[in-house]
Nanobody, 123 residues
């Protein structure tokens, strides 16, 4: 079982930055692959970024590539999503998720989810 708790959302103006955190706990969570997803009102949940607890490979949606960065702090059992150059279309509830095995961009392949944190970007 893995528990995930997100934090760091809020209201920011277009062009601004936010850093989301996902604190992980539970058994063998370091073997899980971590992803960030987002869901805007009336839209399907979409992939944002992902990485494993080990290794250096990172994966991004085209819409955030070059603006967002996923990182981890193993000592704190925390995964981060640094979001720069935010746009109004980035407004959504952002979720942290975990899955066994390797990379996937499909939300239905992730087994554990946090409660979500709201990000609102004003124009």
């Amino acid at each position: 079982q893995v528990q995930l708790v997100e934090s760091g959302g809020g209201l920011v103006q277009a062009g601004g930055s936010l850093r989301l955190s996902c604190a992980a706990s539970g058994r063998a969570f370091s073997t899980y692959f971590m992803g960030w997803f987002r869901q805007a009102p009336g839209k399907e949940r979409e992939f944002v970024a992902a990485r494993g607890w080990s290794g250096t490979n990172t994966y991004y949606a085209d819409s955030v590539k070059g603006r967002f960065a996923i990182s981890r702090d193993n000592a704190k059992n925390t995964v981060y999503l640094q979001m720069n150059s935010l746009r109004p279309e980035d407004t959504a509830v952002y979720y942290c998720a975990a899955k066994l095995g390797g990379y996937s961009r499909y939300y239905n392949e992730y087994e554990y989810w946090g409660q979500g944190t709201q990000v609102t970007v004003s124009s």
